[in-house]
């Protein structure tokens, strides 16, 4: 009798810790949901805001393309002036599986910008989503002080090195529309540069997206 | 995510581009124009003389490219070859729709927004 007790109350807590251990299971599967559906919603919403930006990147290009047209002439920025004979790109992307969190494996993007290819080491600009690496010399950033001059460091000759690679490339870019071209033309130059950094960014979010979307349906 | 093959690692890949004179001018000045040997190039220019069949067959050219990583559409021009684009699935090439200059970007058109908007549809909130 009073093994039989004893059976029972084993069987009861054996019942009840399942129970306890279906429970925790349970709300961790809530959990992992609500963050695929939060993680959805951010990439959404930064989507959004990321194409609403380039929206507003490319019409100031188009502007300034426009004003250069019209302050140089029909004839001197078209299409049939485009070089087709076989250049190599001078910007180029990078596509990785990167994993993320609960979304798993996701590609993302990256873009390396004016990277020369005529002979050595590439010297061009790698551009990620970081706003660290933004174009621009930091020794133009710096204060003038009177007095001792600090020797410019091996990094700062190679930033400085890298920064007139970037100026001749952009500078052949446009040498297609001749040799002396409207400040307007180099304007629009860098609106579409921004506006193809931001697409970098849209498509990492646009594949953020679709990476919760799918976790979240699969249910 | 489970089943998924692993996306091939792509180094020095392109953007592809089917838009307007002007966009793709654009970002020609900005470097990703490339022509290889054969003179093929990684954008098409879409005027008023593009047939359809020309921006399918870029479409369907571009996205089986192994070097391209974005293909850059403006939506004007997506929406003439939508049953492609909405029926392309895979991540990479990423596709993007850009507005142009005469016609701005609808939310309600792009292929990405339109796969994911039965998540807040009537019907999928009534099936939870």
């Known amino acids: 009798m009073a093994g039989d007790e004893g059976a029972e109350i084993y069987e009861e807590r054996e019942e009840s810790m399942d129970a306890a251990v279906d429970k925790e299971t349970e709300i961790k599967t809530e959990g992992k949901e609500d963050e695929n559906v939060l993680q959805f919603l951010d990439s959404l919403d930064g989507y959004l805001t990321l194409m609403d930006s380039v929206n507003s990147k490319l019409r100031e290009g188009w502007f300034d393309l426009a004003s250069a047209r019209h302050s140089m002439g029909t004839l001197r920025i078209n299409s049939t002036l485009l070089d087709l004979k076989y250049h190599p790109a001078a910007s180029t992307f990078q596509v990785t599986d990167q994993e993320v969190g609960s979304l798993g494996s996701v590609p993302r993007f990256a873009l390396s910008k004016w990277v020369s290819k005529g002979g050595g080491s590439p010297k061009g600009k790698d551009f990620s989503t970081d706003t660290d690496s933004e174009i621009g010399s930091p020794l133009s950033q710096q204060l003038r002080h009177r007095g001792v001059s600090e020797k410019p460091s091996a990094k700062d000759e190679n930033t400085l090195a890298a920064d007139e690679e970037i100026k001749k490339e952009r500078a052949k870019s446009l040498s297609v529309f001749g040799g002396l071209v409207s400040p307007k033309l180099r304007g629009a130059q860098l609106s579409f540069e921004t506006a193809l950094e931001t697409l970098v960014e849209i498509a990492n979010m646009r594949a953020s997206m679709l990476s919760a979307f799918e976790r979240i349906t699969e249910k | ?128």
């Open chain 2, 1 to 128: 995510m489970a089943g998924r093959a692993p996306i091939p690692a792509r180094n020095s890949a392109l953007i592809a581009m089917i838009a307007d004179e002007d966009t793709i001018v654009g970002f020609l000045m900005a470097g990703v124009g490339n022509v290889d040997i054969r003179r093929k190039t990684n954008y098409l220019i879409v005027d008023s003389k593009t047939t359809v069949r020309q921006i399918e067959d870029a479409f369907k050219e571009f996205s089986a490219r192994d070097d391209i990583a974005i293909i850059l559409l403006s939506q004007y021009i997506a929406n003439m070859i939508r049953f492609l684009v909405d029926s392309y699935n895979k991540p990479v090439p990423a596709i993007l729709e850009i507005p142009s200059k005469d016609h701005p970007y609808d939310p309600a058109h792009d292929s990405v927004l339109s796969r994911v908007k039965y998540l807040f549809s009537a019907e999928s909130v009534s099936q939870r």
